[in-house]
């Protein structure tokens, strides 16, 4: 149940904001890179390609692009299939930890105006 007390604060200050978006930026990145990463390295290893086109076929399956070389190995077509719904869990989680601060600064500002509105409406009605 929400905490009462938590809907009245106030917005925090630009910094804070600022912080949480580099934080979420900071975090996006390093899974971007260790699932870079992951993919070079099984493309390179199940998938018998240089570490080039391991990493050209690693981004664009983790942007949702599709592969770029096809499989030839059956340990090469399980990695890529792995992958490539890990990539898709991989983008969402990226985007959540991306957006997440803006969503929230946004929802708090909203709720900050609309309880603003409501007590200039209820001030209103009691006059």
Do not use: C, W
Not at 31 to 49: D, E, T, V
Not at 81 to 104: D, E, R
């Amino acid at each position: 149940m929400q905490n009462r007390k938590s809907r009245h604060k106030p917005l925090p200050p630009a910094t804070h904001y600022h912080n949480k978006l580099l934080r979420g930026f900071a975090v996006s990145m390093f899974i971007i890179f260790l699932s870079l990463g992951l993919g070079i390295a099984g493309y390179h290893f199940f998938g018998h390609l240089n570490f080039v086109d391991s990493l050209l076929n690693a981004s664009m399956i983790l942007t949702g692009m599709g592969p770029v070389n096809p499989m030839t190995s059956i340990a090469g077509k399980i990695f890529a299939s792995i992958y490539a719904l890990y990539s898709g869990l991989a983008f969402l989680v990226i985007v959540g930890f991306t957006f997440a601060p803006a969503y929230q600064r946004f929802m708090h500002r909203f709720h900050l105006s609309i309880e603003d509105t409501d007590e200039e409406e209820k001030g209103k009605l009691h006059k």
